[in-house]
């Protein structure tokens, strides 16, 4: 690490941000922690300025295959807990772990400056209520999260209704009368959909493409914890997790959805079986992509066409570390190219903490991350043999974790990993690391 002193900077007290600083504590480095809102835990806290939260908004993973393993959630926690029970999980997590002293809250990173070549260190200019500060930190760990920014599409011509983004969405009375058409079909777009059917006079769901539903139980339990230990091979557990789909879903396409023009768990499944319920039943009827807007009236690429008085884009988040520039990020594409989608090939002094998805990683695949990264800032400080060898095998170039993968052209999928294939590296080099000697 640098000479600007022996201190990191920690931004974010999400869960990513929270599951660092436990680790960075556990092991002794010392740290500030920087969070934009009053309290910790992130996007969960719907009062928080960024959240993105809405009051039906759940776990779309069961709580087991969620929760970190050495802090379970409580018993009476609902095995698909909503965002309140998130934010006091978070909030728990916090007081249990002694974490919140190590945060100045209210604070907005501003920019992160390198003070000179790789490991030199990081120049951190925040603002909160008394003003603007800057303070020199040996590195700085980024644990913002991923879907803050909303990527909101421009369309051609022009809506007089009323046009959101997913971001805006709290409450279903937004719905209240209104002829209403959802754009986009992933988790969020579903969830507010059918919310949206028991206030709007209508409702529509406008589809780029098809999706594979997931019910969120199966005989009984949750879906994700169907399996135990046994581990297919991808081929294999794509036939038989399509014919469990085809049992308890059935063919989405009789309802009018469009069908997936890529395979099984080339992109994040849509955990949510009430929609195709809906749809089944008339209440939510299924269109196709938006050709253009003229007035109230959207028309539809396959030449149909239809008014509305509301439309809610419920069309994801970008990537976004607004205080600091890309090329610091060594970004290519849509997103940072690290190594175990946190560590930069080149520096030692600045990690990306939680721009990781994978069906069924939950909060304890990211704390492996954190773990990883925790031990290995540790290990260069002893210059320990297994630290060096890391620092070698990130500098000489590599792939994404994605098993060999293929997963769909979007910007999401930028940062998508194998589970299997990217908790095992993680946890490969945490426990090499452990293990390891100066």
Not at 133 to 160: C, K, Q, R, W, Y
Not at 260 to 282: C, I, M, Q, R, T
């Amino acid at each position: 690490m640098g000479d600007a002193q022996n201190r990191l900077a920690l931004i974010g007290a999400g869960p990513m941000g929270l599951a660092a600083a436990k680790l960075l504590v556990e092991h002794g480095i010392a740290f500030q922690g920087f969070e934009l809102n009053s309290g910790v835990g992130g996007l969960w806290d719907i009062d928080g300025p960024l959240s993105t939260m809405y009051e039906t908004a759940h776990l779309i993973s069961s709580k087991t295959m969620t929760e970190f393993t050495d802090f379970p959630m409580r018993d009476d926690v609902a095995e698909y807990p909503s965002h309140r029970e998130m934010k006091r999980y978070f909030q728990d997590f916090a007081k249990h772990f002694d974490l919140e002293k190590h945060y100045r809250f209210g604070a907005k990173v501003l920019s992160c400056t390198p003070l000179g070549g790789p490991d030199d260190g990081w120049r951190i200019t925040w603002g909160d209520d008394a003003g603007e500060h800057t303070e020199d930190f040996a590195g700085v760990l980024i644990a913002n999260g991923t879907l803050s920014t909303p990527n909101m599409p421009t369309f051609t011509g022009d809506f007089t209704g009323e046009l959101i983004h997913s971001s805006q969405y709290r409450h279903a009375s937004q719905f209240a009368g209104k002829r209403v058409l959802i754009i986009g079909a992933g988790n969020s777009g579903c969830d507010i959909a059918v919310d949206a059917i028991h206030h709007a006079a209508s409702c529509d769901l406008s589809m780029r493409r098809g999706y594979y539903f997931v019910p969120k139980y199966v005989f009984g339990r949750p879906a994700d914890t169907m399996g135990g230990a046994i581990k297919l091979p991808m081929a294999l557990k794509r036939i038989v997790d399509g014919a469990i789909l085809k049992w308890f879903v059935g063919d989405p396409q009789k309802y009018g959805f469009p069908k997936p023009d890529y395979k099984l768990y080339e992109s994040h499944p849509v955990v949510n079986s009430l929609v195709l319920y809906h749809a089944g039943h008339g209440d939510i009827k299924i269109r196709p992509d938006i050709d253009h807007f003229d007035g109230n009236t959207v028309h539809f690429k396959d030449g149909t066409r239809a008014d509305y008085d509301m439309i809610l884009a419920a069309t994801g988040y970008k990537l976004d570390y607004p205080f600091i520039d890309k090329a610091h990020l060594n970004w290519q594409g849509d997103a940072p190219h690290l190594y175990l989608n946190c560590m930069h090939p080149e520096r030692d002094d600045v990690f990306v903490l939680g721009m990781v998805e994978a069906s069924g990683l939950g909060w304890q695949g990211r704390h492996e991350q954190a773990e990883m990264v925790v031990r290995y800032i540790k290990g260069l400080r002893t210059q320990s043999s297994e630290a060096l060898a890391l620092q070698k095998t990130k500098a000489q170039g590599f792939e994404r974790a994605t098993g060999g993968m293929s997963y769909i052209d979007l910007p999401r999928m930028a940062y998508y990993v194998d589970k299997a294939t990217y908790r095992k590296a993680v946890t490969q080099w945490a426990g090499r690391l452990a293990g390891a000697q100066p």
